[in-house]
């Protein structure tokens, strides 16, 4: 496990990476937190930029839980169709009417009560009590782990984003003033420079220290 030291190094340079770098999109603008809960769900397995615009047509049609609830399951899925894995497009409109029903139109601000929703696991139910919330809470997502992986050179199993080991260093990244900031930092980063293939690790603020990148330098230099 990386010490304190070594995560809040690690911290430092990915938000002042993110000064200049971060994205911007609309659901980072949103205060209500059942805006961020539908965009975090559909952002599962797709590409922000191909969410957008989706999120922005779902939204003005139904802005608010009791519209989306009242939605037909058909009218949502033209709305959501472009973004595939057609499977989840049902969890749209559940979710709203489990909001309705159960929390009288109000999103919850704790984890656990959070995954009783459909579809909200771990990932999505962090990332709302982070980003819609503000708490001081972990995400873990793939991009996440390899980044973990990489720079300080941990060992995961094949479910990574799991481990308790890779957890636990999450729940450490986020001991900062601004946790949300934080986390929109690091998906930022491992989005646009510690990339799954063909990382950018020479323009990396990291890169003097990170473990995947020395060890491929020693490499070259021994061959």
């Known amino acids: 496990m990386p010490s304190p030291a070594a995560i809040s190094y690690f911290r430092a340079k990915i938000l002042s990476w993110f000064k200049k770098n971060k994205r911007s999109y609309p659901w980072r ?23 957008k615009p989706v999120y922005d047509s779902l939204f003005k049609e139904y802005p608010d839980v009791e519209k989306l609830a009242g939605a037909e399951n058909e009218k949502i899925e033209k709305i959501v169709y472009s973004l595939g894995l057609r499977w989840r497009t049902p969890s749209f409109g559940l979710v709203a009417r489990e909001l309705r029903e159960r929390y009288h139109c109000r999103v919850p601000d704790n984890r656990e009560e959070l995954k009783k929703l459909t579809g909200v696991g771990d990932y999505v139910a962090g990332a709302v009590l982070s980003f819609g919330y503000g708490k001081r809470e972990w995400i873990v997502d793939n991009n996440i782990v390899r980044l973990f992986q990489r720079y300080f050179g941990i060992k995961t199993s094949r479910e990574g984003r799991r481990d308790k080991h890779v957890i636990e260093m ?46 491929k330098v020693s490499f070259i230099k021994n061959f």
């Open 29 to 51: 603008e949103a205060e209500d937190p059942f805006r961020v809960l539908i965009a975090e769900m559909m952002l599962r397995r797709t590409k922000a930029d191909q969410v």
């Open 170 to 215: 999450a729940k450490r990244y986020v001991l900062c003033r601004n946790p949300k900031k934080a986390n929109y930092a690091i998906l930022d980063f491992t989005a646009l420079v510690c990339k799954p293939r063909n990382p950018e690790c020479e323009k990396c603020p990291l890169k003097k220290d990170c473990i995947h990148v020395t060890s």
